[in-house]
């Protein structure tokens, strides 16, 4: 799957390694590591959505892990929020320049103030579990999920967000994937209603 779509990829990189850094949406030093610590970790997602469902990525930022999940997914309709005007704009030139239009709606707003429904949720880099339930549990609930990419201290994440998973009727899970066999592991806080 990845191979075919190397190019569009390579152009999506290249406009966050040029555009991206030169509005702050990506540090400079980011650069070199943009293939494996942002595309391959933002990819790794994009198995786990079953077909022809529609995505909403919140707190997209840069498109992460929206748009590589959009460019390796034809089949799903992905929506990004994203509450800042100037990464707004930078998401809507990305979807047009990369075609994008079809597929991807940009909608400036925070999470929490949406009132729409989707089937998957993702979110990356964006808070803590606790806040990040809050924020989404209403734009998945009752039958979608929330695919939350996170760091090495997942574990301890799930524990604090104990109560709010409990309140909610939640079951959360730690799936560890690759976008590729030679890729660094992604974890993926898989949270579905109980």
């Not at 992460?64 to 704009?89: H, K, N």
């Not at 039958?143 to 994440?157: I, M, P, Q, T």
């Not at 104990?162 to 899970?173: G, H, S, T, V, Y």
Request: charged share 25%; hydrophobic share 45%.
């Amino acid at each position: 799957m990845y191979k075919e779509k190397y190019s569009d990829i390579k152009r999506y990189v290249d406009i966050l390694s040029s555009d991206g850094v030169t509005q702050g949406l990506i540090g400079p030093r980011e650069t070199p590591r943009l293939w494996q610590r942002h595309i391959f970790n933002s990819a790794a997602v994009a198995q786990l959505i079953p077909e022809g469902l529609r995505v909403a990525d919140v707190g997209s930022g840069a498109g992460l892990p929206g748009i590589p999940v959009a460019l390796l997914r034809p089949d799903v309709q992905i929506t990004l929020i994203e509450p800042l005007a100037r990464r707004c704009q930078f998401l809507t030139t990305v979807v047009d320049e990369l075609h994008l239009d079809d597929q991807v709606t940009v909608i400036r707003s925070r999470a929490e103030d949406l009132h729409m429904s989707f089937d998957v949720v993702t979110a990356r880099a964006v808070a803590n579990l606790t806040k990040l339930l809050a924020w989404t549990a209403p734009l998945f609930l009752p039958s979608g999920e929330l695919l939350a990419l996170k760091g090495e201290s997942v574990d301890k994440e799930i524990a604090k967000a104990d109560k709010e998973l409990r309140k909610r009727r939640l079951d959360a899970e730690v799936l560890i994937v690759r976008a590729a066999a030679d890729a660094d592991p992604t974890r993926v806080v898989r949270v579905r209603h109980a």
